[in-house]
């Protein structure tokens, strides 16, 4: 994804911004805390808030979405009002600033999401998340997603399945990125797997290169069968009025598998 910040947008956030804050003070704090980078610029509150965005992009140890994320983070998460006046409704600043926001993100293909996320239309957090833990090396947060994924069997175990598969689409795109492999045309566990497992080098013993070669012919169909539980049953396609019932071992045979692929493959990335 990329972390460059269209101009349509910041001319958008600029003018909504300055004008919902309308204090220097406020703007400074705002921006500093959402890591926007360099000395506070100088200028008017629109013009403030324009230069601090451009630099974000113009810096390359800048996540320049991510700060524009924290920076209308809380106007964004606002609760939209309206209220009604001769019969009919009259929005507010907040409203409408707002709307201009998610307007100028979408012409960019870009759509805000609540707590400051700022990802490619059709994204989920849960994916943004995920690649920035990999792109930063954080191996151990990925753990803690599937510690996450697996407290959540009781309460909603289609939702754990989704997320767990979540994960592991993740670290195989990783690792085909990480290692310069080309891309499948279709982006599912399936074929993510499949590019994936004729790059893993295998034991140099004969024998055990065989029995590997064994386990990961099994792994192949594991795999296919997970993708396909997450289609018939996680919650990423939909389930309907009535979702099919499942129950909360056989959703903890779906993420421990999904927990052991992705845990070998990470492995194998921080030996190679």
Known sequence: MSSIIPNSVIGAVANVIAAHYFSHSKLN?????????????????????STWLKRCNEDSNVDALEVLGGVIQNFMDIEPT????????????????QARITAALEKN????????????????????????????????????????????INSDPHA?????????????????????????????????WQTVRQHLPLNRDAQLNEDQNKILTGVTTIIDGVGAFRSHIGSAHG?????????????????????SVTTFVIEELTHS
Not at 29 to 43: K, T
Not at 82 to 97: S, W
Not at 120 to 145: H, R
């Open 239 to 259: 389930r309907g009025s009535v979702p099919p019932a499942i129950s909360t071992h056989e959703a903890r045979l779906a993420i421990n598998v999904a927990h």
């Open 109 to 152: 293909q870009l759509t805000y999401k609540m707590n400051g996320y700022v990802l490619d239309a059709g994204s989920s957090i849960t994916t943004k998340t995920l690649e920035d833990y990999l792109k930063k090396g954080d191996f151990t947060s990925i753990e803690v997603e599937f510690e996450r994924a697996i407290s959540n």
């Open 29 to 49: 704090s705002l921006f500093m805390e959402a890591g926007a980078p360099g000395d506070v610029p100088e200028g008017n509150c629109e013009t403030k808030c």
């Open 82 to 97: 309206t209220c009604l006046f001769d019969g009919g409704i009259i929005e507010n600043d907040i409203t409408k600033g």
């Open 160 to 192: 754990s399945i989704t997320a767990a598969s979540a994960i592991i689409e993740s670290v195989l795109k990783y690792y085909i990125e990480r290692n310069e492999l080309t891309m499948p045309t279709r982006m599912n566990i399936g074929p993510l």
